[in-house]
């Protein structure tokens, strides 16, 4: 049996960069001790961010994590101000995985060239539920959002450890409220163009807030 459904929502996505050098160089006895408490931090502050209701799905990949929130029905007609939490509680997140980061460094120097790359994206999220033949639930998850989110935090690089926005996303939702509530703070928040076709995003540029 399947269930569908559709709802407009965020996506958050963090992938740890040096990770894979570090496993394919030295085998080190605590590096899955460090992706443990990096994916039990974002897991903590996903939880006192959102409620269960508004959680889609917490998806780990290896060293990556995908968070999926959904827009509830009394935000639809305000989503801009859903797109602004979205980045600020972002920002929240990023934060977190920096001081557990530096604290892993300060333990184990093998683990200075661990960083990380961030993005968040927005768009409508289609939902599947499946019953399985064992009676148990799956739940799959398609949208543009996904994909745009994945590919501009592994494009990353260059502007390790911070936020990369979706291009659609900051001008369709974002590009008024950063500046209105100047949650900015003196900073220009990083926009990435997404292109479907290679593999980083085609350009990037600093948002100018005026």
Do not use: C
């Not at 894979?20 to 030295?26: A, D, L, M, P, Q």
């Not at 961030?118 to 499946?130: C, E, F, G, P, R």
């Not at 703070?185 to 350009?203: A, D, F, Q, W």
């Amino acid at each position: 049996m399947q269930q569908n459904k559709s709802f407009l929502g965020a996506v958050i996505y963090i992938d740890l960069r040096g990770y894979t050098k570090i496993v394919e160089e030295k085998v080190l006895e605590n590096i899955a001790q460090l992706i443990y408490n990096y994916q039990e931090v974002i897991t903590q502050k996903i939880n006192n961010l959102y409620t269960d209701e508004d959680i889609a799905i917490i998806e780990y990949m290896g060293d990556g994590v995908m968070i999926i929130i959904k827009q509830q029905e009394l935000e639809v007609t305000n989503t801009d101000m859903f797109a602004h939490n979205i980045y600020q509680n972002a920002t929240t997140i990023k934060n977190s995985v920096l001081k557990i980061l530096k604290l892993e460094k300060e333990k184990y120097t093998d683990l200075d060239s661990i960083d990380f790359g961030m993005a968040v994206s927005l768009s409508k999220i289609y939902q599947k539920n499946i019953t399985t033949n064992r009676n148990q639930q799956r739940k799959m998850f398609f949208g543009v959002s996904l994909n745009r989110a994945t590919k501009i935090g592994n494009a990353m690089d260059a502007k390790k450890n911070h936020i990369g926005i979706d291009k659609k996303m900051y001008d369709d939702y974002l590009v008024n409220t950063l500046h209105k509530y100047n949650m900015v703070k003196g900073t220009k928040p990083i926009v990435h163009m997404y292109s479907e076709n290679i593999t980083k995003p085609s350009g990037e540029r600093k948002a100018s807030l005026k």
